[in-house]
């Protein structure tokens, strides 16, 4: 076996050969002029390797030019402050990594981790969220890695690329426009439409682990989003006005299940893409309570038949309590409602359904809180005379859902969260409800940004 201190004194004695080639090399122009005699160097070998262990080294005394010589080759400024010091060939990265050595100005960058453990009652247990926990065991909901940088002074970008156990999607890839007056944004590339209010957000910025079933079944486990273009204007009001308005994809079974969904359909017209508006106004009822109401309408082609439609409508309430001094101000309440009403055409038939959720969530303490969940989904029926006919899409959606989840989540920081959920769901047509408990932990490492009132 090799000796390792011999090992180590080898190392040290390559490395200070190294470092007098460099200093050699780099004094080479003044030793063109005469330089006053100094004291012998010290050896570069350690104690042991041909030196005294013993011996005391003389300090070496150098010449100004030999000084400089040496100032140059190790990067150090002249005293004199004649000159720069030369930039490093490989600038070190520090705590950052790679990261913190890009070239690019303002690159915010940070990586979410969710996954939970789930145990459920029944082997079908009718999730309909992409990232929910679909089986009993461990599921990884998802690795988001988010950039966003300002491109320009007229442009910012903005991406969220979702990793799993078996592949890898762009979520969202968009570009948005900056400094355009009179309260207008423009914003390109593929994005979460601003439908309703948790449709546009990610699942690290929900209350509970798993998605609403009427969001997973209107639009898909991803919710709605496409490739495409938006147009926002806040209107100059009294109080908060914004209207919205989008032009993207009707493709996607997981993102425009109501419209033409897998079908690879081409666009011959205006009335192919799926168009979506929406108004978003908010009140400051007090110092203590704010209230957001939005009001969301989309359109779009589906798969049913040649020319038929389906329209999507939707409303939602959002209300906050958090008292902003006192003892109680780490406190808040907040109430959040959404439904949605869905029309759709299928061959000579005119299809009705809707449904949605309300949640309310108490945080107790800066870092407790706890929430309850009601859902209500309705089976679909005909236009003419309300009967309960058979769904193409859910074809043993044919009684009403109902499903009520309540949980208590931790946070030690800002930048972990823990989740205890449980929930009972009791679809219609099932003759026993579906029990379930989650376990869910999230990680968020980096510069994330604050996520929407």
């Given amino acids: 076996m090799a000796n390792p201190r011999g090992r180590s004194l080898r190392l040290g004695l390559i490395l200070s050969q190294l470092v007098c080639a460099v200093a050699w090399a780099q004094e080479a122009p003044a030793r063109e002029k005469p330089a006053a005699p100094t004291s012998p160097p010290t050896s570069p070998l350690p104690p042991g390797e041909g030196q005294s262990e013993g011996a005391a080294d003389p300090a070496p005394s150098l010449s100004e030019e030999d000084q400089k010589a040496l100032n ?16 490093p060939a490989n600038p070190p990265q520090g705590p950052g990594g790679l990261l913190s050595s890009l070239p690019i100005s303002g690159l915010d960058i940070s990586f979410v981790l969710d996954a939970a453990g789930a145990v459920f009652s029944d ?16 599921t990884l909901q998802q690795l988001e890695l988010s950039l966003g940088a300002a491109v320009d002074p007229f442009l910012r970008f903005d991406g969220n690329i979702v990793f799993s156990q078996f592949g890898v999607e762009i979520e969202e890839a968009y570009a948005t426009s900056l400094g355009i007056p009179g309260g207008l944004q423009l914003r390109g590339g593929q994005f979460l439409t601003r439908f309703g209010r948790l449709n546009n957000t990610h699942p690290h910025a929900w209350d509970f682990v798993d998605q609403p079933f009427m969001v997973g079944r ?16 806040l209107l100059p009001l009294p109080w908060s006005v914004e ?24 666009v011959v017209g205006p009335l192919d893409v799926q168009l979506t508006g929406a108004v978003k106004q908010f009140f400051e009822l007090s110092d203590d ?12 082609p589906n798969a049913s038949g040649f020319g038929t439609r389906s329209d999507v409508y939707g409303t939602d309430l959002f209300l906050k309590w958090r008292p902003l001094s006192g003892a109680g101000q780490e406190q808040s309440l907040t109430l959040q409602v959404e439904g949605l009403y869905r029309r759709r055409q299928i061959a000579q038939d ?25 859902e209500l989904g309705t089976p679909a029926v005909r236009l003419e005379g309300g009967a309960v006919v058979l769904d193409p899409l859910d074809p043993e959606w044919t009684k009403a859902r109902q ?5 208590l989540t931790f946070w030690p920081t800002e930048f972990s969260r823990f989740r205890l959920q449980g929930a009972v769901d009791a679809p219609g047509w ?24």
């Fill in 72 to 87: 140059e080759a190790f990067g150090k400024a002249p005293e004199d402050g004649s000159a720069e010091p030369p930039a």
């Fill in 123 to 138: 082997k079908q247990p009718l999730q309909t969220g992409g990232h929910d926990p679909q089986k009993n065991g461990f």
């Fill in 218 to 233: 209107v639009f898909g486990g991803e919710g709605n989003r496409g490739l495409g273009l938006e147009a926002s204007w």
């Fill in 243 to 266: 209207l919205v308005g989008s032009a993207t994809d009707a493709t996607g079974e997981a993102t425009a299940r109501s419209f033409f969904g897998p079908d690879p359909a081409r």
């Fill in 289 to 300: 309570v704010a209230l957001l109401w939005g009001l969301s309408a989309a359109t779009g």
């Fill in 350 to 374: 005119l299809l009705l359904d809707g449904g949605g959720y309300a949640q309310a969530v108490w945080r107790f303490t800066r870092q407790w809180a706890t929430g309850v969940r009601y």
């Fill in 403 to 407: 499903r009520v989840s309540a949980n």
């Fill in 430 to 453: 099932r003759p026993n409800p579906i029990y379930s408990v989650f376990l869910a932990g999230e990680i968020v490492v980096g510069a994330h940004g604050s996520h929407p009132f």
